[in-house]
């Protein structure tokens, strides 16, 4: 099983929509949550950290499910802009705050 | 934020031969460096941790003698491919880590590498 988890997509959704990604994590240790954004042939931008009471900044929000092992992105009003793989990253102190990063989702918002 | 550079930005090279990929974190000081590797629709994958002024940490199925790491200066860390080959083509991305910049890891461009 990986260590985390996610909907390789694509999903395509026309522009203004709300689209929402999953990702599961397998290490109950984990400590650290975070959503990065990469754009085709470049590196991962961090897009939000991922805090347990859950957090938005603009139109994403970031939801975390300690129990479930469930980390989630909801982003609303999607623009042309959005389109990107969003990579679902968690990592523990007792990796030594390496970094695991899932596959990535694909979003295509369309015009 | 913190600015991460990496330099080629792009290599094309024979197989056989020897590669250097240098990371420089811009503006603050590394105490670690991570170094990825990225092949086509698949997640960053670690391959090694670097501490300033000490031997790199590898991840389970890495060559040692093959990705050599050196990381001599709180600035710089470099990764050299040896003896490339084709299946060594991938995206390296490295990534620094500052206490001074908060515990965020800042990645560096990525190097695209071609073994032909």
């Known amino acids: 099983r990986k260590e985390v988890e996610q909907d390789p997509g694509p999903f395509n959704v026309p522009e203004g929509a709300t689209v929402a990604f999953n990702c599961t994590y397998s290490n109950s240790a984990s400590q650290s949550f975070f959503w990065y954004r990469q754009d085709c042939r470049k590196e991962p931008k961090l897009l939000m950290s991922v805090y347990s009471s859950g957090n938005e900044d603009g139109r994403f929000t970031a939801q975390l499910n300690r129990a479930s092992q469930y980390i989630s992105l909801l982003i609303r009003d999607s623009k042309l802009s959005d389109s990107a793989t969003y990579l679902c990253?968690?990592?523990?102190?007792?990796?030594?705050?390496?970094?695991?990063f899932g596959t990535g989702t694909r979003l295509a918002v369309r015009p | 934020g913190a600015v991460v550079s990496q330099h080629p930005s792009r290599v094309i090279c024979k197989s056989g031969t020897s590669v250097k990929i240098e990371c420089r974190s811009l503006?603050?000081?590394?105490?670690?460096m991570f170094w990825y590797r990225q092949f086509p629709k698949q997640s960053l994958m670690l391959m090694a941790t670097?501490?300033?002024?000490?031997?790199?940490?590898?991840e389970q199925g890495v060559e040692k003698d093959k990705f050599l790491i050196n990381h001599a200066s709180l600035t710089l860390s470099t990764l050299t491919v040896t003896s490339a080959h084709p299946e060594d083509s991938s995206f390296y991305i490295c990534?620094?880590?500052?206490?001074?910049?908060?515990?965020?890891?800042?990645f560096g461009p990525g190097t695209r590498l071609t073994v032909t």
């Open positions: 670097s501490n300033e002024g000490s031997k790199a940490t590898y």
């Open positions: 990534s620094a880590y500052g206490t001074s910049v908060s515990y965020e890891q800042y």
């Open positions: 503006d603050f000081q590394a105490t670690t």
């Open positions: 990253v968690v990592s523990s102190k007792s990796s030594g705050d390496k970094l695991t």
